[in-house]
C-alpha cells in the first residue's frame, strides 16, 4: 500500500481552505478538501502524474486539483508520496513559500 505523508504546511493549509470555503458553504468547504485528499493517495499510488518542479525544489512534483495545486515529493521506502503544500493555483509561488 502507498503512504501519504501530510507536512505540518499542508495540514495548515487544507484548514485554510477548508475556512475560506466554508464561510459561503460548509458542505462544499468539507467536500473540496476531501477530493484534496483522495488526491493525495491517488498521487501515492501514481506519482508519475505530477509535473517536474525541480526549479523550485529539487525532486519537488506538483499537481493541479480544481482551484489548488499540490506540491509533493514521491517517496521510494515506503512508496508513496509526502505532501509539502497544497495552495491556491493563482498565487504566486517561489520556493520560499514551499520551505
Request: no cysteine.
Amino acid at each position: 500500500m502507498a503512504s501519504v505523508k501530510i507536512s505540518r504546511l499542508a495540514e495548515e493549509d487544507l484548514v485554510e481552505i477548508w475556512k475560506y470555503i466554508a464561510d459561503d458553504n460548509p458542505t462544499a468547504a468539507t467536500q473540496t478538501v476531501e477530493a484534496i485528499e483522495a488526491r493525495f493517495h491517488l498521487l501515492a499510488k501514481q506519482p508519475e502524474m505530477g509535473r517536474n518542479r525541480s526549479e523550485l525544489r529539487e525532486g519537488l512534483q506538483s499537481h493541479p486539483i480544481d482551484n489548488y495545486i499540490i506540491f509533493f515529493f514521491a517517496t521510494k521506502r515506503p512508496k508513496g508520496v509526502e505532501i509539502i503544500r497544497v495552495l491556491e493555483g493563482h498565487r504566486d509561488i517561489t520556493s520560499d513559500t514551499l520551505k
